[in-house]
């Protein structure tokens, strides 16, 4: 079972940095694609600063709290509606997925 990560984001002004929604619970990985590891879920209706994407803009990048590969969880672009510009913020490069072991 995935950890159970908090999502919080306090505004104190205007906001400047796309913002994406989750309609629906969405998966959160470790990477840029559905071959990477489930980190967690976004809850329905959850909102999550933009602070990167990859090269194509298919997968955006949020923070994340307690995570065991880093500060950012990745979120499929197709899922989610973004309000601001998601081309503002930077790509960020990752290493391809670790294969899963497979034994005969």
Not at 59 to 65: N, Q, S, Y
Not at 72 to 101: H, K, R
Request: charged content about 10%.
């Amino acid at each position: 079972m995935a950890p159970t990560l908090i999502f919080t984001h306090e505004v104190a002004g205007p906001i400047q940095a796309p913002v994406l929604v989750a309609h629906n619970p969405t998966h959160v990985r470790t990477g840029p694609g559905v071959g990477y590891a489930l980190l967690t879920r976004l809850p329905a209706e959850q909102m999550a600063f933009v602070v990167g994407r990859n090269a194509d803009g298919t997968w955006l990048a949020i923070p994340t709290a307690g995570g065991e590969t880093g500060s950012n969880g990745w979120v499929s672009a197709a899922l989610v509606t973004v309000e601001g510009d998601a081309e503002d913020v930077p790509i960020i490069s990752t290493s391809p997925p670790v294969p899963a072991l497979r034994y005969r």
